[in-house]
């Protein structure tokens, strides 16, 4: 599946829901699904019944959105899920909620997740100490995301950080502004994962 790069917000208004893809405007009244929140289309304000099916896909959809990944990418983290012991839905969650670019973009220092995912490939953060560009790469407890010694002086990732400090950063996440750096300090568990989805729908929906 290709990279959607048509307008973000219409993506919102198409779930129903806020996937914050559009950085600090989310934030606002400014935001699309605020201000009119049908879906897009000149028959957006229709109203029908849902098939099971249609339920199921329109979770997995807006779970798959909210972190702005692709198809393949989505259903490789749910394989990977699905391997491990426990409930898949939570593992699913904790799996997604681990990649690099997330949790970039939970520390504040990308206004949204696809901005995260450029500044990591781009070389600007370091996970214990050295230099990780693969958004995907899955972090755990104790390791340390930092800005780059070279990208430091970057004014986006300023601007970032300052802002990060005075917003609530996840419990599982903790922040030092000064080092500008993060370290992960558990596995999240589903209370401290915020998602507007009910995860056990996209699980059933591969499960059919």
């Known amino acids: 599946m290709s990279r959607y790069t048509g307008p973000v917000c219409r993506l919102c208004r198409a779930e129903g829901a806020q996937l914050f893809l559009k950085g600090d405007r989310c934030y606002t009244a400014k935001c699309a699904l605020k201000k009119r929140d049908a879906k897009p289309g000149q028959h957006g304000t229709r109203r029908g019944k849902t098939s099971e099916y249609g339920l199921r896909l329109r979770e997995k959809q807006k779970l798959r959105r909210f972190y702005s990944l692709n198809e393949t990418q989505f259903s490789t983290v749910f394989g990977n899920a699905e391997r491990l012991p426990g409930q898949t839905g939570h593992n699913f969650l904790q799996l997604l909620e681990r990649r690099l670019d997330n949790v970039v973009y939970r520390l504040g220092f990308g206004v949204s997740r696809a901005q995260a995912r450029q500044l ?84 059933e929906f591969y499960a059919r």
């Open 120 to 203: 990591v490939r781009h070389g600007h953060f370091t996970v214990n100490g050295r230099k990780l560009d693969i958004p995907s790469a899955t972090l755990k407890p104790g390791d340390v995301v930092a800005v780059a010694e070279g990208s430091r002086d970057m004014e986006l990732l300023k601007t970032n950080a300052e802002a990060a400090a005075t917003r609530a950063i996840p419990a599982w996440l903790s922040f030092n502004a000064e080092s500008m750096s993060g370290t992960i300090v558990t596995i999240p568990v589903r209370e401290q994962i915020e998602v507007p989805v009910q995860e056990q729908l996209v699980v």
